[in-house]
């Protein structure tokens, strides 16, 4: 199985910050990676899949990069609304796997 | 609008069984591929099992393997889980969703199974 680890497992930040949140997968998994965000109480949303492309609908200051093990996703400018977890998943091979997550908090 | 509704979640014992649905509306269900997702209280997402759009490519995670059965009904536009021989470690909120290609672009609002005795 591809395990997928995330790191940080939460960051403080304030509005209009630039937050990175990294994605590393066990072992080579091309561009088969998608990112969420996910507020309490709710369903994920699909923000980036194969691993760079934007989802229709989500703003832009949110990009994702990478391939291979390694992959990032950059929150641009750090809007009210973006404060939620984040979650990494592979489609490389099933078992599906998700990241562990990473809580963006407000500093 | 794409809409999926799940439904069939509630408490059941240890060693119970529950069958989830998903209502699927707003899209050409018969041409997606469809997906178990779940997230127990507190914890991240964990992939539960996927069936391909005609339903004869199906997997399932270890931890449900010979326990859950998916399946779906293209001609209701529907999605099902049975859970059988539940634990009280398959306690979760149970997501239905849509894929495309490698991401899960649509969710339903999750239904709870809580197994307790």
């Known amino acids: 199985d591809i395990q997928m680890t995330q790191s940080p497992s939460s960051v403080s930040a304030s509005v209009g910050d630039r937050v990175t949140i990294t994605c590393r997968a066990s072992q080579g998994i091309s561009n088969w990676l998608a990112w969420y965000q996910q507020k309490p109480g709710k369903a994920p949303k699909l923000l980036i899949y194969?691993?760079?492309s934007l989802q229709s609908g989500v703003p832009s200051r949110f990009s994702g990069s990478g391939s291979g093990t390694d992959f990032t996703l950059t929150i641009s400018s750090l809007q009210p609304e973006d404060f939620a977890t984040y979650y990494c998943q592979q489609a490389n091979s099933f078992p599906l796997t998700f990241g562990g997550g990473t809580k963006v908090e407000i500093k | 609008e794409v809409q999926l509704v799940e439904s069939g979640g509630g408490l059941v014992q240890p060693g119970g069984s529950l069958r989830l649905s998903c209502a699927a509306s707003?899209?050409?269900?018969?041409?997606?591929?469809m997906n178990w997702v779940r997230q127990a209280p507190g914890k991240g997402l964990e992939w539960v099992s996927h069936?391909?759009?005609?339903?004869?490519?199906?997997y399932y995670a270890d931890s449900v393997k010979g326990r859950f059965t998916i399946s779906r009904d293209n001609a209701k536009n529907s999605l099902y889980l049975q859970m059988n021989s539940l634990r009280a470690e398959d306690t979760a909120v149970y997501y239905c969703?849509?894929?495309?290609?490698?991401?899960?672009?649509?969710w339903g609002q999750g239904t709870m199974v809580t197994v307790s005795s």
């Open positions: 194969a691993a760079s």
């Open positions: 069936i391909s759009s005609s339903g004869s490519i199906i």
């Open positions: 707003g899209f050409s269900f018969s041409t997606y591929e």
């Open positions: 969703a849509k894929q495309l290609l490698d991401g899960f672009d649509f």
